[in-house]
């Protein structure tokens, strides 16, 4: 048995000041106009490098200070996560796990709605003792081994709720990445997951017999793939040789992640991104201090490589939600209700049009609402 032992996580101060350093005197593109359609513009771009070189990083470490991590090690493998014990009278274990270019940090605006109701005029009754570990090769995580799978990831999760920290029950949520990871925790561990709820789930359309709406999708998830997927097969067929690239340079970097998070948010009334700019100077810096960008692209090259599918038509017993999050910049072709059904026990479905890829940022409420809704009811019928 592996127990997960509370750490300390501190960003580097030699890193931090070599990266200011490299912020100051980057050379960016030449400006070829503000549009987004051939990606980041170039004043864009320099605004971003200009506020990252001010990012206040002292202030970040007081931040992460004020969280209890925790560390665990699995055969090897280290695994990092975020731990916050819910105050009410009984709080279900619930585990969050984002996705790319994701970290543990996207879900610190939701934390204190989902373990402490009652400070935002909730029923303490309803809170959740939640678990956001770092998908390996992310963050604080250490990296993953060869091709190691979302099914395998899952498998490490199940046992950093067991093992290390003593849950024989718990419930999952998971978005991008981490929804494929989550799909794959109830399908093989149903005598401990008691529900999920997943966000953009990223649905395989199987080949035939399949529905006039599965046909649709698969032809627009088809046309979104041909016009934005470029990163997706970057990462998953030369992964060292861009992540060289982005591990060198801070412009870089900020290009390929800032340009996905601002076409995959939802967007607000004045057209920006509903993602704070904050949490963004933050979640580059881990990257940076960290040294992971090229690490996190690895589960693309392993589904790549080693594909893992769900099998369809044969659901998982455990009870799934699925939300469908929306108003993207940059939309994502919305799966129909009949696929997720024949992957999933579907008790919930539900569409809005914000939250975008990163709901619990841009819609932490929704989200939290979501999440009581559909796994508290769930949980606490086994509990009856």
């Known amino acids: 048995m592996t127990q997960a032992e509370p750490q300390r996580v501190v960003l580097d101060v030699d890193v931090l000041e070599e990266m200011r350093e490299r912020l100051k005197r980057v050379r960016l593109l030449p400006d070829l106009g503000p ?34 991590h925790l560390r665990a090690e699995f055969d090897g493998q280290s695994v990092h996560a975020v731990h916050v014990v819910g105050r009410g009278p009984d709080p279900i274990p619930l585990l969050l796990t984002h996705g790319w270019p994701g970290s543990f940090l996207e879900y ?36 993953p081994p060869e091709n190691q799978s979302r099914r395998e990831v899952a498998h490490l999760w199940h046992r950093l709720m067991t093992e290390g920290l003593g849950h024989d029950r718990y419930v999952a949520h998971g978005s991008d990445l981490g929804a494929g990871v989550t799909a794959w925790l109830a399908r093989d561990h149903p005598h401990a997951v008691a529900a999920i709820h997943l966000a953009t789930p990223g649905l395989a359309v199987p080949p035939g017999p399949r529905s006039a709406a599965e046909d649709a999708f698969a032809s627009a998830s088809q046309s979104w793939t ?42 607000l009334p004045d057209g920006a991104p509903a993602y704070d700019r904050e949490l963004m100077l933050a979640s580059l810096t881990l990257y940076w201090v960290t040294g ?93």
């Open 108 to 143: 610190l605006p939701i934390l204190s709605l989902l373990c402490d109701p009652a400070a935002h005029g909730g029923d303490p009754a309803d809170a959740f003792t939640v678990v956001v570990p770092s998908l390996p090769g992310f963050g604080f995580s250490g990296p």
């Open 226 to 267: 041909a016009e934005e997927g470029g990163y997706a097969h970057q990462h998953s067929t030369k992964p060292t040789t861009i992540g060289a690239a982005l591990h060198d340079s801070p412009a870089g970097l900020a290009a390929w992640i800032g340009e996905k998070v601002v076409a995959w948010s939802s967007t």
């Open 292 to 384: 992971t960008i090229t690490s996190s692209m690895l589960p693309y090259w392993a589904h790549q490589h080693s594909p893992n599918l769900l099998p369809v038509d044969d659901p998982s017993p455990v009870p799934t939600a699925v939300t469908i999050f929306g108003g993207e910049m940059v939309p994502f072709p919305k799966p129909p209700r009949s696929l997720a059904e024949r992957y999933f026990a579907l008790m919930a479905w539900a569409e809005h049009p914000v939250g975008g890829h990163f709901p619990a940022v841009a819609a932490p409420e929704l989200l939290a609402r979501t999440l009581r809704e559909t796994l508290l009811p769930a949980a606490r019928s086994l509990q009856a």
């Open 35 to 68: 549009g987004w359609q051939r990606g980041v513009p170039t004043a864009w771009l320099r605004t971003l490098v200009q506020d990252w070189a001010a990012f206040d990083t002292a202030a970040f470490q007081d931040q992460l200070d004020g969280l209890v």
